[in-house]
């Protein structure tokens, strides 16, 4: 947040106005001439993008990226499930599961990683009493 800075010969004062976006004054006193120029945070955030020390904020991107976290999180829900019920619900007595049970808990493993790096806190599967996918791959995938 913009505060009242002090830079040799140029003042930088935000200017609050009560309704939201205030104002912020440049002041330079140029040998007994003193100039002012008040910007709008839009001005100023047209001119950071413009000189390249913003990126511009595009609508359609960040719709689409909230779109693909909206997708992501289902994604990683079915992941989630799907693990649960291979390793805890499957007939491992009748059948050998471990490729399969150790392919859900890498995938789990992978979606998990993906929600963190997209900021997205992922549903713990041990709040369901699910074990956790290392718990599962240190047991051979069997339960």
Wanted: with cysteine; charged share 25%; hydrophobic share 40%.
């Amino acid at each position: 947040m913009l505060t009242n800075d002090n830079i040799p010969e140029l003042r930088i004062e935000r200017i609050d106005d009560g309704k939201g976006a205030a104002l912020i004054l440049l002041e330079q006193d140029s040998g007994g001439n003193l100039d002012r120029i008040a910007l709008h945070p839009i001005h100023l955030r047209y001119l950071a993008e413009k000189t390249g020390l913003l990126e511009l904020a595009d609508q359609q991107s960040q719709k689409t990226i909230v779109a693909l976290k909206r997708r992501l999180e289902t994604l990683f829900d079915r992941v989630d499930f799907m693990h649960n019920f291979l390793c805890n619900h499957s007939d491992s007595k009748h059948a050998d599961l471990t490729f399969e049970q150790t392919y859900a808990t890498a995938t789990l493993d992978i979606a998990r990683e993906f929600m963190v790096e997209s900021g997205i806190d992922p549903v713990s599967a041990t709040a369901d009493g699910v074990a956790n996918a290392s718990a599962t791959a240190e047991a051979g995938g069997k339960h």
